[in-house]
């Protein structure tokens, strides 16, 4: 991932004083850095469409399906950990670029990892310890022209405003579950999610497989009624009670009643 093979034009230190256009108002970036905004960098990949990223590292299957659209990003490995900051969303403005940055600011939901590449001594944006957004081709130019390829940038974590509730869909087979979990609102990334099936007393937990992926093996699910808790990485609990009927079968979606702030 990544756009590479071209000319880097008016990139400069991350330390020089530039303004970037936060909030409507113009601001000197080092005042903002340390006040809930952090450095990294910013390139682009896929078509101009943006489509492209489907079944990520992430695992949402179609992000425009899905509700995330062409506002997605992969995250660098310093970013990512190792997927549980899949579904996090950030605020991005380009700065110190005066030649190639937009005024602007975009808004992105991480949908995807960009992999280090160690064979490579430069372009090396993905590689720990850099933060770094490989973006949609779309959210890219809006924040900076193409012929830039890669920019400085300042981010924040934002809340993921989402409509509906909070969406599983149910995968696996008669010898384990695959719940994939999607379209989380409040600060949108998962740290734990337990599930309880009719019959049963108590909340079972599911551990990460990969991205939002979470596995339960060795109970069969199949042919009960489930619930779900969801808890996200600011201690937020949203309980869906009874989301999934007995009858469900694998491939189905189901949404509960609420939502995270």
């Not at 005066?98 to 602007?104: A, D, F, L, T, Y």
């Not at 081709?137 to 981010?155: H, T």
Request: aromatic share 12%; glycine share 14%.
């Amino acid at each position: 991932m990544g756009f590479h093979g071209v000319v880097l034009i008016g990139l400069v230190g991350f330390c020089a004083v530039a303004l970037g256009v936060v909030n409507g108002n113009s601001r000197d970036e080092a005042s903002l850095v340390g006040h809930g905004w952090g450095l990294a960098r910013a390139t682009f990949y896929g078509p101009p469409d943006g489509r492209d990223g489907m079944g990520g590292a992430c695992g949402y299957t179609n992000v425009f399906e899905q509700g995330y659209g062409r506002a997605t990003t992969a995250l660098s490995t310093a970013l990512f950990n190792q997927g549980a900051a899949c579904g996090t969303c950030y605020e991005i403005v380009c700065v110190n670029a005066p030649q190639s940055r937009k005024s602007g600011k975009i808004r992105v939901t991480a949908t995807n990892f960009c992999p280090p590449d160690y064979s490579k001594t430069t372009d090396i944006w993905c590689n720990p310890p850099q933060k770094h957004f490989d973006l949609a081709m779309p959210m890219f130019l809006k924040i900076a022209e193409y012929k830039a390829g890669v920019v400085p940038v300042i981010y924040r974590r934002v809340k993921c405003g989402k409509t509906g509730g909070v969406k599983f869909v149910m995968g696996g087979n008669k010898y384990w579950t695959l719940v994939l979990v999607y379209n989380v609102g409040g600060v949108g990334d998962i740290k734990s999610v337990r599930v309880r099936s009719s019959g049963s007393s108590g909340w079972t937990q599911m551990n990460r497989n990969w991205g939002q992926n979470w596995l339960l093996t060795g109970q069969i699910l199949l042919g009960k009624a489930l619930s779900f808790e969801v808890t996200s990485s600011d201690g937020s609990v949203v309980r869906a009670i009874n989301v999934v009927p007995s009858n469900w079968n694998f491939g189905m979606t189901f949404w509960s009643k609420r939502n995270f702030n």
